[in-house]
């Protein structure tokens, strides 16, 4: 069955970096782009960006644009999201969330991670 | 970017009874990209209905969704206790993809 599970919760003070992680299973990891998606506390949903697993190709949401980085490893089956001079209003929970449809990132996401919890503080 | 407005904000029914609920788009939005999610405290959201009106695997029938342009609709015909959550709706055909604010399921 399909799974993504997310590395443990992080830390951060403000000005720091965390870098965080989500292990695909139960696919081909290849054929779905993954999506980064974030939920501050008591707060609604942000997209974050999109990589290709495939191709590596990338967009990120133009708000995080320079502070953010997702890569992945082909060879784990997982993705990375990196986030640079960590703010407080960047606490939140993270979550990956795969594409519904294959090769394509304009779908739904039908599949998401349990979320990995970044607090931010001074 | 593309705004969704979700109308109620909190909706307070009893077990039973029907709900709607609405997300209104600040530009017209395909119908091929119009997706609602639930959420329950502590998880994860869950895809309900994507292209406006599909469901996804495992989605019971009481959930439908219609709409077009930039006015699209969530219907849970009769509520089991199960559906109290947060619902959100997204549009997926335009970068950055973008949810609303979400509507607070309640129970009565």
């Known amino acids: 069955q399909v799974q993504l599970v997310q590395s443990g919760a992080e830390v951060r003070k403000t000005g720091a970096s965390v870098k965080t992680s989500c292990k695909a299973s139960?696919?081909?990891?290849?054929?779905?782009?993954m999506h980064w998606v974030r939920q501050a506390p008591g707060q609604g949903l942000e997209w974050m960006g999109v990589i290709n697993p495939n191709t590596g190709s990338i967009s990120y949401a133009q708000k995080l644009q320079g502070r953010v980085s997702m890569t992945r490893d082909t060879s784990t089956s997982t993705v990375y999201m990196e986030l640079s001079r960590l703010r407080s209003e960047d606490t939140a929970i993270y979550y990956c969330?795969?594409?519904?449809?294959?090769?394509?990132?304009?779908?739904?996401?039908?599949?998401w991670g349990q979320g990995t919890l970044v607090t931010v503080s001074s | 970017e593309i705004v969704l407005t979700q109308s109620p904000g909190t909706l307070s029914l009893s077990p039973g009874e029907r709900a709607t609920l609405s997300c209104r788009a600040s530009?017209?939005?395909?119908?091929?990209?119009l997706a609602w999610y639930h959420q329950k405290p502590g998880q994860a959201p869950r895809l309900l209905i994507y292209?406006?009106?599909s469901r996804a695997t495992g989605i019971p029938v009481r959930f439908s969704g219609s709409g077009s342009g930039t006015d699209f609709t969530l219907t849970i015909s009769r509520l089991e206790p199960e559906d109290f959550a947060v619902y959100y709706c997204q549009q997926y055909g335009t970068s950055p993809l973008t949810f609303g604010r979400g509507t607070r399921l309640d129970i009565k």
């Open positions: 969330a795969r594409s519904l449809e294959t090769g394509i990132g304009t779908t739904p996401f039908d599949y």
């Open positions: 292209g406006t009106s």
């Open positions: 530009q017209s939005v395909s119908s091929r990209f």
């Open positions: 139960g696919y081909t990891f290849t054929s779905y782009y």
